[in-house]
C-alpha cells in the first residue's frame, strides 16, 4: 500500500469539512441532515484509489498490476477533464450553490485537488515499485544515469534517425508567440544561452513531443529494456539546439476543460457539435503536470498559459502514467491473467446459429465478458441477411473502429429493409466517431435520428420486425452495455433477447419517443426514464417498507456503477428505517452513508474492483419474500441512480419474468456478487472502504462466472448438466 498505508487509513480520509468517521458514529444524522450525504468527488477519488490498490495486489500477474496503474491515472486524467473543469468553471462564474453534503464549488475544488495530489503521489510511488518488480521480471525501463556507453551511442543514432526529424522547436520571444500545447500534450521547455558579442545571451524555447510515437522505446538486445521518449529527446537536445549552451530544461504535460457546451435551440445538431468540438480544442487549463523545473521557467509556462497556481502538479516520476500500458504489449503471458474461453450460448449453436428460432424456444440472457458478445452481433447481421426482416431499429451511444453493428445496419439498409439508428451525439469523447458512423449511416440509406437536445439517450435496445406467414413478429434485446465489442471483453454487462409482445410494443413506443418527441403511453411492462423509472424504483422501495411494516420479509439487493440521486438515497434510508434489509452492489461512486445508526442500519455497500470492470446494472426487490426467490421482482437497467441518469436521459428498466433468466439474473449473477469476497471492499459509514479479509480459497465472483456456465440459453445442455449454484459453489481459483 501507498506509504504502507490503505485506502482506510490517512492516505484518503477525504473529509475536509468534518471526521467523517465520527460523524458516522453519531446517531443525530437524520433525513433532514446535510450529513446523510457524502460528496460525489471524494467518493470518485476513492474509488480510483481502490483500481489503484490492485495495481499493489500480489495475487494479480506483474502486467496486471501494471494495467490497474495505467486505468488509474487514465481515470484521472478524466477525472480532471470533466468533473474539476466543472468545479472550476462554476468558481470562475461565481456560483454558490451547495451540493448535498453542503459544501460550495469552492470548497469541493479545494478539497478534490488536496486529495488528488495524495492519489497521484501514490500513483507515483506505486510505478517506483513496480518498475523495479518489473526489472526483476526481466523488464527493465533505463533511466538516463543508468544507460552505460553502448546505450548511449545507440540512442543517438535512433535519436538522428527517428526522432529529430519530427521534432519542431519553438522559440519564446516578443517575435515568436508562445505556441498552444494540446490537451494530454507534453512539452519540453529549455532555458538557452548563446554567446553573442561576448556576453550571454538567455533564451527560452518549447519543443513538444511528437504525437504518434511510442512513450516507451525496445533498445535492442538480448534482453528487454526499453527507454521513455522523453529521455531519448533529454540526452539529444543539444543536436536540437548546437549554437546554444542547454542551461536548464523540464519536461510538462497539461490537462484542458473538454466539456463541450450545446445550444438547446440548435437547428443543426451536428454543425452546432463540430463547432463545439473545435472550441473544446482550447479549453482551459484545469492541471499543469511538471518535472523538476525552475521558478522563472514555470511562471513563464503560467503567465504564457494563463494557468492558476493551484492547478500546478510537481511529479519526480514520469508524467503521463496512463501510457505505461504500452508495455503490456510485451510476450509475457507469464505475466497476465490466464486466458479463458469465452463461451457461446449452446441453444442458438444447436439451432445453427438461427437466433430467431432460439429466442422463439424461450428468453435468454448472455453475461459478458464470460459469454461472447458475437451473439449480439449475430442478432444483427441476421436480420440484415434475412429476406423476412422488414424492419430493424438500434440504439448506438458507443461502439468501435470498424463496428460490426454499424456494419450490419449498412447491409440491412443495402438490403432494403427499413432502418433506423438513434445515434447519441452526447456520449462523452466519442462524439467526432458518432458523427462519422452517422454520416456512413446515412449514406447506406439508414434513418439517423440525434435524439434530444437537452438529454442524452443511454437506452441500450435493438429491435426487429420479421414478416412471419400473415403476420408481423418483432424481436428485442435489451443491454446494460453499450454495443462496443472491445469494451464487451472486459466489462460484466447483461444482454437480454426476447420476443415478448408486450415487451416488443413498449420498445416500439420508446423508439418512437426518441424519434418523434411522442411520449410513451400506458407502457405495459418496461420504464422509461426520464418518465416513469424513477417513480417505479420508488414504487417497489415504498412496497417493501409496507411488506417490513406488516411483518413479512423485505429486502433489496441493487448493483449498479453509481448511487448519487439524494432522493432515491433517502427512499433507501426511508426503507432501511423501517426495517427493510437493503444489500448495495456499487462499483464506483457511492454518496449514501451504510451503517449509520438510526438511519441506515440496515444498508450494506460493497464495490467489487477486479479483473473485469463491474458495469451491469440490477436491482431485486424480495416482494415479501426472503431473497434469493422465485417470486421477487427483478429489473436490469441502462441506468445507475443518478440524477442525470433517472431525469436527464433516456434509460429503461426491464423486467425479468422468464423463470430461468430470472433465477440466472438472482441466484447467479447477484448471488456471486454478494458472496465475493476475493476482490471485494465494505462501505464504511464515513466513506472509507476496507478490503474483504480473503484468502486464496475466497470465493471470486470473477472466477465463478470463467468457469461456470450460465443458466439460460443452454438448450439440452441444461438438461445434462447444471451449473453449480453459487449459494453451495466452492471457488476453483
Keep these: 500500500m501507498c506509504h504502507g498505508v ?50 499493489q495486489n500480489e495475487s494479480h500477474p506483474l502486467l496486471e498490476r501494471l494495467r490497474f496503474l495505467s486505468i488509474s491515472a487514465a481515470n484521472l486524467d478524466e477525472f480532471y477533464m470533466v468533473r474539476v473543469a466543472g468545479l472550476v468553471g462554476q468558481v470562475e462564474a461565481g456560483v454558490l450553490k451547495r451540493s448535498p453534503d453542503g459544501l460550495t464549488p469552492f470548497q469541493q475544488l479545494d478539497t478534490v485537488r488536496e486529495h488528488a495530489n495524495d492519489l497521484m503521489r501514490c500513483q507515483r510511488e506505486v510505478w517506483v515499485a513496480l ?127 473538454t466539456e463541450i457546451e450545446v445550444d438547446e435551440g440548435a437547428e443543426d445538431l451536428v454543425g452546432t457539435f463540430k463547432t463545439a468540438l473545435k472550441k473544446r480544442i482550447h479549453g482551459e487549463i484545469v492541471r499543469l503536470s511538471v518535472t523538476d523545473m525552475s521558478e522563472d521557467l514555470l511562471q513563464m509556462i503560467m503567465d504564457e498559459m494563463e494557468c492558476d497556481p493551484k492547478n500546478v502538479v510537481r511529479h519526480g516520476a514520469m508524467l503521463g502514467l496512463s501510457e505505461t500500458d504500452e508495455l503490456l504489449k510485451l510476450d509475457r503471458p507469464d505475466l497476465l491473467f490466464k486466458p479463458y474461453v469465452t463461451r457461446f450460448p449452446e441453444r442458438v449453436r444447436e439451432l445453427n446459429g438461427d437466433m430467431f428460432e432460439a429466442i422463439r424456444r424461450k428468453d435468454f440472457v448472455v453475461h459478458h465478458p464470460y459469454e461472447s458478445f458475437d451473439v449480439v452481433v449475430q442478432f444483427i447481421r441476421q436480420a440484415a441477411a434475412d429476406p423476412n426482416v422488414v424492419a430493424v431499429k438500434q440504439t448506438l451511444y458507443r461502439t468501435s473502429n470498424n463496428s460490426p453493428i454499424v456494419a450490419a445496419l449498412v447491409q440491412a439498409a443495402e438490403a432494403g429493409k427499413s432502418v433506423t439508428a438513434m445515434v447519441e451525439l452526447k456520449a462523452r469523447f466519442d462524439e467526432e466517431a ?110 417493501e417498507i409496507e411488506n417490513a411494516k406488516a411483518g413479512r420479509p423485505a429486502m433489496i439487493w441493487a448493483k449498479m456503477n453509481s448511487l448519487v440521486d439524494p432522493d432515491i438515497i433517502d427512499e433507501l434510508y426511508r426503507a432501511s428505517m423501517a426495517g427493510v434489509q437493503i444489500e448495495l452492489v456499487v462499483r464506483g461512486i457511492c454518496c449514501l452513508r451504510p451503517g449509520v445508526p438510526g438511519l441506515s442500519d440496515n444498508i450494506r455497500v460493497k464495490s467489487i474492483v477486479g479483473r473485469f470492470l463491474e458495469h451491469s446494472r440490477i436491482v431485486v426487490f424480495g416482494n415479501g419474500h426472503a431473497l434469493p426467490s422465485p417470486r421477487a421482482k427483478v429489473f436490469m437497467s441502462s441506468a445507475d441512480w443518478m440524477g442525470r441518469n433517472l431525469s436527464g436521459r433516456v434509460e429503461v428498466l426491464v423486467p425479468i419474468e422468464n423463470p430461468t433468466v430470472h433465477q440466472q439474473v438472482v441466484e447467479q449473477v447477484m448471488v456471486a456478487n454478494l458472496k465475493d469476497s476475493r476482490q471485494s471492499w465494505d462501505m464504511n459509514a464515513d466513506g472509507t472502504y476496507t478490503r474483504e479479509p480473503s484468502n486464496e480459497h475466497g470465493f471470486c465472483a470473477h472466477t465463478y462466472f470463467m468457469t461456470n456456465p450460465s443458466l439460460s440459453g443452454r438448450g439440452s445442455a441444461l438438461e445434462q448438466h447444471r451449473p453449480a449454484m453459487p449459494m453451495s459453489a466452492a471457488d476453483s481459483a
Design 434 to 543: 458518432n458523427i462519422r458512423w452517422a454520416r456512413d449511416l446515412e449514406r447506406a440509406g439508414v434513418n439517423v435520428v440525434f435524439g434530444f437536445v437537452d438529454k442524452k439517450t443511454h437506452a441500450k435496445i435493438s429491435l426487429v420486425v420479421r414478416r412471419e406467414g400473415d403476420s408481423l413478429r418483432s424481436y428485442v434485446h435489451f443491454g446494460t452495455g453499450n454495443y462496443h465489442p472491445n469494451t464487451a471483453r472486459i466489462y460484466t454487462d447483461l444482454s437480454y433477447f426476447s420476443d415478448d409482445p408486450a415487451l416488443c410494443r413498449d420498445a416500439a413506443q420508446i423508439f418512437n419517443f426518441m424519434t418523434g418527441y411522442t411520449e410513451p403511453r400506458g407502457l405495459e411492462k418496461l420504464s422509461v426514464a426520464p418518465l416513469t423509472l424513477r417513480e417505479t424504483l420508488v414504487e417497489h422501495m415504498e412496497a
Design 131 to 257: 518498475k523495479a518488480q518489473l526489472a526483476d521480471a526481466g523488464i527493465e525501463v533505463v533511466s538516463r544515469p543508468d544507460m552505460t556507453r553502448a546505450d548511449k551511442e545507440w540512442v543517438r543514432t535512433y535519436f538522428r534517425e527517428h526522432v529529430f526529424p519530427l521534432l519542431t522547436p519553438m522559440a519564446v520571444d516578443p517575435a515568436h508567440p508562445f505556441p498552444f500545447i494540446p490537451n494530454l500534450g507534453f512539452s519540453m521547455v529549455l532555458q538557452l544561452s548563446a554567446r553573442a558579442g561576448g556576453s550571454k545571451v538567455a533564451r527560452k524555447a518549447l519543443m513538444p513531443m511528437p504525437n504518434m510515437m511510442d512513450r516507451f522505446v525496445r533498445i535492442p538486445g538480448d534482453d528487454t529494456r526499453f527507454i521513455l521518449l522523453d529521455d531519448v529527446i533529454s540526452e539529444c537536445v543539444d543536436e536540437v539546439f548546437p549554437d546554444f549552451t542547454i542551461e536548464r530544461s523540464a519536461w510538462f504535460r497539461i490537462i484542458r476543460d
Design 6 to 55: 490503505s485506502v482506510t487509513d490517512k492516505a484518503l480520509n477525504m473529509d475536509a469539512t468534518m471526521n467523517n468517521q465520527a460523524v458516522a458514529q453519531k446517531s443525530d444524522i437524520t433525513l433532514q441532515s446535510k450529513e446523510r450525504f457524502l460528496n460525489r468527488e471524494l467518493s470518485w477519488l476513492r474509488f480510483n484509489q481502490r483500481v489503484m490498490e490492485e495495481a
